[in-house]
């Protein structure tokens, strides 16, 4: 059974980068796809970007150039970082895994929340 | 790319039937078999309950089903039970110009 954990600031300044990390355990990093998806308070979910242990990356397109996905494949992690944030950004932060052959994802972190202040 | 469309809200009593829609375009639910639903009870993650329009991962009870008309997809909740009380999002894989998903504006389903 896999399981992903987020980690990072809980509060980042106007401006600043977010830096997250999900750790992935009982199970390899190398196996499938990875995700962020993000869900502001009281909103729907949006899907930020995808990477693969290759490092091989997509990002939606609105989020495109703020967002990094990297992975480390010795630490079984992958990374998130979003420059220039506002309070926009302000949201509960999920890693996820992508079901391997479909496009959807089966397993999803606790989440982390992140607020965007000064 | 825009949210895929969902009510805001469905309700129904306990042992009763409801649907939840999702709907979004050729590009997006129409145009691939790769619509999800998730729950999400508050504070939760999201929880997978329905892959490939029809799909039920291993464990989901089959009071849920999917289905799938042109451009608009549905959640079929059966036999609805108070802990089916939870907010239900679909989401769509689209390529249109680069892989990516795209999830819909939400629904709480309530059990009267």
């Known amino acids: 059974q896999v399981h992903l954990q987020e980690s990072g600031p809980g509060l980042v300044k106007p401006s600043e980068t977010l830096s997250l990390t999900c750790a992935v355990s009982g199970g390899s990093i190398r196996s499938n796809w990875w995700s962020w998806v993000r869900q502001p308070p009281g909103k729907g979910l949006e899907w930020i970007g995808e990477?693969?242990?290759?490092?091989?990356?997509n990002y939606n397109p609105s989020l495109k150039s703020r967002v990094t996905i990297s992975v480390d494949k010795s630490k079984n992690q992958f990374s998130l970082r979003l420059s220039s944030v506002t309070a926009a950004d302000t949201a509960v932060y999920y890693c996820a895994r992508h079901m391997t052959g479909a496009n959807t994802f089966d397993s999803w972190g606790q989440g982390t929340l992140v607020i965007v202040s000064s | 790319q825009s949210a895929l469309t969902q009510p805001a809200s469905v309700s129904g009593s306990p042992g009763q039937s409801i649907t939840i829609s999702c709907t979004g375009t050729?590009?997006?639910?129409?145009?691939?078999?790769?619509v999800s639903w998730y729950q999400q009870h508050p504070g939760k993650p999201p929880k997978l309950m329905i892959f490939d329009v029809t799909n039920r991962p291993s464990g989901v009870s089959n009071r849920f089903s999917g289905s799938k008309s042109g451009n608009t997809a549905s959640l079929t909740i059966s036999g609805l039970q108070a802990e089916d009380e939870a907010d239900y999002y679909c989401s769509s894989y689209t390529s249109i110009s680069t892989p990516l998903y795209v999830f819909g504006t939400g629904t709480k389903v309530t059990v009267l």
């Open positions: 990477i693969y242990h290759s490092g091989s990356t």
């Open positions: 050729s590009s997006d639910v129409g145009g691939y078999n790769s």
